[in-house]
């Protein structure tokens, strides 16, 4: 047999593979989803438990296609968890992937961050914090005095809580990472330089939120978890997970709580209601008001379909199509995004790729908040 024809098979599976390639290439650029019978078989009814009343996208107002697209294309990613949907209070769809599950909690990353807000919030309710204007220093005795920049001495909560104290992001200088993970967080106020002056730009720092749960530690009197199992996770019936500490025992403001996505769920639609859940009160509606301003304008670059992203109180903002978005957002896909005008909120976990910050962690990070981002997009205005 000559050499040309042993090649010829090899030549006519390479020519199908690409063709076959084109295809799938074309398919995408001309936007081709999923069939209606493709939709059809795609299962989101969420799970019937105490926890949550349940509905239906239909009898709540949404396209059921829209949502069972959503799901679809969730099942397609490698590293989501979960993916839950809540309209006009009711779980309406919900959905667990590759290691998820119902019972799982979830390391939520820096959706921490949120939660240490919220706690600030309600310590100023009760009176252990009286104003976000209180200075910084005034919490840290032990390292006032050895403060050499003077700008760090007029650093108040509120430019905390905004991401605009002026200390830099941690990922910038391998240096400034090895002193996040030290869990000596205290010295580091001095220690830390600032990259701006303080309320003039944002940067986003997790020692900044360390030191919020620090501050609400020491003005309550009560470690970071038991002041929220009392004021925030009892009244929402949430039972939260393990919730990492510094070595000094704090929890750390800034990640490494552990909560399932049904909980999350909670939290956002505490939110969405200013800050009652189940007829009661539990944070103030001018705290949650507050908290979802943007003081940031482009605190990030767009992300798929969410623009125009800026920062609050330890919330994100953005836009997805004509809606305007807040979203508790941690590392590898951990979202609780809410969606005022159409009374939504999605949660979505995911692989929290910890202590993994690179190009693939990343990849799928955006593919998770993107999927998301595209559903709120696709959704009308009511």
């Given at each position: 047999m000559s050499s040309r024809s042993k090649n010829t098979p090899r030549k006519r599976r390479h020519a199908f593979l690409l063709f076959a390639s084109m295809i799938l290439i074309l398919s995408t650029l001309?936007?081709?989803?999923?069939s209606s019978e493709d939709l059809a078989t795609v299962d989101y009814a969420p799970l019937v438990m105490d926890d949550w009343e349940v509905s239906t996208p239909a009898e709540q107002g949404l396209d059921p296609d829209l949502v069972a697209e959503l799901y679809y294309y969730a099942a397609k990613l490698e590293t989501i968890y979960s993916v839950l949907v809540i309209k006009n209070g009711y779980l309406i769809a919900e959905g667990y992937f590759n290691e998820g599950a119902v019972w799982q909690k979830a390391r939520v990353q820096s959706v921490t961050k949120s939660y240490t807000s919220a706690l600030?919030?309600?310590?100023?309710?009760?009176?252990c914090l009286s104003s976000v204007d209180q200075q910084m220093l005034d919490f840290f005795p032990e390292v006032a005095g050895q403060i050499t920049d003077p700008r760090k001495e007029q650093i108040t909560l509120r430019e905390m809580l905004q991401m605009r104290a002026g200390f830099p992001w941690e990922e910038s200088d391998p240096a400034l990472w090895e002193g996040l993970l030290s869990g000596h967080y205290v010295p580091l106020i001095e220690a830390f330089p600032l990259v701006t002056n303080p309320g003039s730009a944002f940067h986003y720092s997790n020692l900044t939120s360390n030191w919020l749960g620090i501050i609400v530690?020491?003005?309550c009197g009560m470690r970071l978890k038991a002041y929220a199992e009392e004021n925030l996770f009892s009244?929402?019936?949430v039972k939260a997970g393990e919730w990492g500490t510094d070595w000094e025992g704090h929890n750390n403001g800034c990640g490494d709580l552990h909560l399932s996505a049904r909980d999350m769920a909670k939290f956002g639609l505490l939110y969405l209601n200013d800050g009652e859940y189940a007829g009661k009160q539990i944070i103030?509606?001018?705290?949650?008001?507050?908290?979802?301003?943007?003081?940031s304008e482009d605190a990030w670059d767009n992300i798929g379909r969410f623009k125009d992203i800026g920062y609050g109180y330890h919330w994100w903002s953005a836009r997805a199509g004509e809606h305007r978005v807040n979203?508790?957002?941690?590392?590898?896909g951990q979202l609780i995004v809410l969606v005022d005008e159409l009374d939504l909120v999605v949660v979505t976990t995911a692989d929290p790729f910890y202590l993994q910050h690179d190009g693939q962690s990343w990849k799928h990070e955006k593919a998770t908040i993107s999927l998301v981002a595209d559903f709120i997009a696709s959704l009308p205005k009511e």
């Open positions: 001309v936007g081709c989803g999923p600030v919030g309600i310590a100023l309710d009760h009176g530690n020491r003005a009244p929402l019936g103030s509606a001018d705290w949650v008001r507050d908290s979802l301003q943007t003081y979203f508790a957002w941690g590392h590898g």
